[in-house]
């Protein structure tokens, strides 16, 4: 093999090995994304779950205390 085939086969292979590592490079920025993504749906729906929570327990404990009130002839 000449000196200059094996600096040929030597480009391409250094070549094949930049491209892999960008292919590879992509795929995990991809993975990260779509890891991210999933992670602020998650946040959020759990966010807007405690916070209708928050709701339904103050609007119970409004009402609850308003029936106390009523009872001890606070309210009418």
Do not use: H, P, R
């Not at 200059?4 to 590879?24: I, M, P, R, S, V």
């Amino acid at each position: 093999m000449s000196a200059k085939n094996f600096q040929g086969l030597k480009e391409q292979a250094e070549g094949a090995a930049k491209d892999a590592a960008n292919t590879l490079g992509q795929a995990t920025q991809d993975a990260v994304n779509q890891i991210t993504d999933a992670s602020q749906k998650a946040i959020d729906k759990a966010s807007k779950t405690a916070q209708d929570g928050v709701e339904k327990a103050t609007g119970q404990a409004a009402e609850a205390l308003s029936g106390l009130g009523k009872k001890c002839g606070f309210k009418k």
